[in-house]
């Protein structure tokens, strides 16, 4: 009768194994992600999808930290479609939710919610060279890539939209010329703003 009765009162020790258990993954994650092996897997692989995305290339050179929610000591280099770099930033720091993300591009694809809370960046030296179509490299660096396999119609509303909640910029030295204008050279400090995209919003 004892027995019997304090079976049913067990019930709850296999949903607390399972946590447990979860909790153990989520740590090994956690403690991998700090490994250089882990963080240089990283890097590359997301080279390698940026490499198929954009007209431009961005290449991201240094990755110092990953984790759950966000990346930090990224050094990054971003090159119009000539092979020419338009952008150099150091010290980017990202803070957003990455199995957020993850699961958008999982279970979203044609319309993402991409969310970022916090982009802060040391330094920027960001590169303006004329194009005649755009006025500058650096616009066409950013279109995407025409895919080589002919796209099945898609809704008007597809497409990533894209929210930055708050973008800091120590410094930006912009420096070149933009078609139809006069050279610029300009130092820029503590720059703050947020950003907003849709396919049907626009910026």
Same mark, same amino acid.
């Given at each position: 009768?004892?027995?019997?009765?304090?079976?049913?009162?067990?019930?709850?020790?296999?949903?607390?194994?399972?946590? =447990?258990?979860?909790?153990?993954? =989520?740590?090994?994650?956690?403690?991998?992600?700090?490994?250089?092996?882990?963080?240089?897997?990283?890097?590359?692989?997301?080279?390698?999808?940026?490499?198929?995305?954009?007209?431009?290339?961005?290449?991201?050179?240094?990755?110092?930290?990953?984790?759950?929610?966000?990346?930090?000591?990224? /050094?990054?280099?971003?090159?119009?479609?000539?092979?020419?770099?338009?952008?150099?930033?150091?010290?980017?720091?990202?803070?957003?939710?990455?199995?957020?993300?993850?699961?958008?591009?999982?279970?979203?694809?044609?319309?993402?919610?991409?969310?970022?809370?916090?982009?802060?960046?040391?330094?920027?030296?960001?590169?303006?060279?004329?194009?005649?179509?755009?006025?500058?490299?650096?616009?066409?660096?950013?279109?995407?890539?025409?895919?080589?396999?002919?796209?099945?119609?898609?809704?008007? /509303?597809?497409?990533?939209?894209?929210?930055?909640?708050?973008?800091?910029?120590?410094?930006?030295?912009?420096?070149?010329?933009?078609?139809?204008?006069?050279?610029?050279?300009?130092?820029?400090?503590?720059?703050?703003?947020?950003?907003?995209?849709?396919?049907? /919003?626009?910026?």
């Amino acid at each position: 009768m004892t027995a019997a009765a304090a079976r049913p009162r067990r019930w709850w020790r296999w949903p607390l194994y399972a946590f =447990l258990a979860l909790l153990l993954l =989520l740590g090994l994650l956690l403690v991998a992600l700090q490994t250089s092996f882990a963080r240089e897997q990283v890097r590359v692989r997301v080279n390698a999808v940026l490499a198929q995305t954009l007209e431009g290339k961005i290449v991201i050179e240094r990755l110092e930290s990953v984790t759950l929610w966000g990346v930090s000591g990224v /050094d990054t280099r971003i090159f119009d479609p000539a092979g020419r770099q338009v952008i150099a930033a150091h010290g980017l720091r990202c803070v957003a939710s990455l199995p957020g993300l993850a699961r958008q591009f999982l279970f979203n694809a044609e319309r993402p919610e991409i969310a970022l809370w916090h982009v802060h960046v040391d330094y920027a030296d960001v590169t303006l060279r004329e194009d005649e179509e755009l006025g500058v490299t650096l616009a066409q660096t950013f279109l995407p890539r025409p895919s080589p396999e002919p796209e099945l119609p898609s809704p008007p /509303d597809a497409g990533p939209r894209l929210s930055i909640s708050l973008i800091q910029f120590e410094r930006i030295w912009a420096h070149g010329r933009v078609t139809g204008s006069p050279a610029l050279d300009a130092d820029l400090l503590q720059l703050q703003a947020s950003l907003r995209q849709s396919p049907v /919003d626009g910026f």
